[in-house]
């Protein structure tokens, strides 16, 4: 059986510099993760080095952590600052994205997709929207695809059985990565020469702890988006 593959490279550019971050992200259905570099890897990375508390892997069977790994090559920028101003751009097979941003921001984009492709069992729910990557995304807009992605699951793995829809299991995968964020973070800290990594994966926590908010608020905005469905559904 064939497998189809997505393919999604970023050209991170910096103005006050003549270095360019290049990083490409190769998809595949068959387990919606991306491969590791095949660089040295260095002692950080071992999985009971700093290992998350809510980590679900054995050190018998897996020696290294699986996202540290994959965050090799942001540990190993040089010097550059999370402020830096960046013009980015993502390649993808059918369209390209071009925003000039902060090196945080667009750092934040690549490691949202990265992350969500590791192989750590706790980012699973992130594939769908990792194979439908959206590069830049605001808060917003991460909120809407968070929900609806976990909505159509709901649907999709309790169909033919009765439906009660709860946010429940959203908040919990988000207090997993929550905690994920600050022991990878705590974990490349000391090894990065820079502050762009770090900050970027703060900034993805700050929309980590937004949403469980957002939800315990009854989701006011994105229910006005849905006011004229009340006939379809009534």
């Known amino acids: 059986m064939s497998h189809e593959e997505k393919t999604i490279r970023y050209q991170i550019f910096f103005r006050e510099s003549e270095f360019m971050f290049d990083h490409t992200v190769t998809v595949s ?6 491969e590791a570099s095949e660089s040295d890897v260095p002692d950080w990375c071992r999985l009971e080095y700093k290992q998350c508390p809510n980590c679900t892997l054995s050190t018998i069977w897996h020696k290294h952590c699986p996202l540290a790994v994959r965050l090799i090559p942001f540990v190993n920028l040089p010097e550059c600052n999370s402020y830096d101003e960046v013009k980015a751009e993502v390649t993808m097979e059918n369209k390209n994205v071009v925003a000039e941003t902060s090196a945080q921001e667009a750092f934040s984009s690549l490691l949202g997709l990265v992350m969500a492709t590791s192989g750590c069992p706790h980012t699973n729910f992130f594939k ?7 590069p830049f995304s605001t808060p917003d807009e991460t909120m809407y695809r968070v929900c609806t992605t976990y909505l159509f699951s709901n649907f999709l793995h309790k169909k033919g059985r009765q439906m009660v829809v709860s946010f429940d299991m959203l908040k919990m995968i988000y207090k997993n990565i929550h905690m994920i964020n600050v022991h990878i973070a705590s974990r490349i800290h000391s090894y990065s020469r820079t502050d762009s990594a770090v900050n970027a994966i703060v900034l993805l926590d700050l929309i980590t702890k937004d949403l469980p908010i957002a939800v315990d608020e009854d989701l006011t905005e994105l229910k006005k988006l849905f006011d004229s469905h009340k006939n379809l559904f009534g």
């Open 29 to 34: 259905d068959d387990k919606f993760e991306h």
């Open 128 to 134: 769908p929207m990792a194979w439908y990557h959206q």
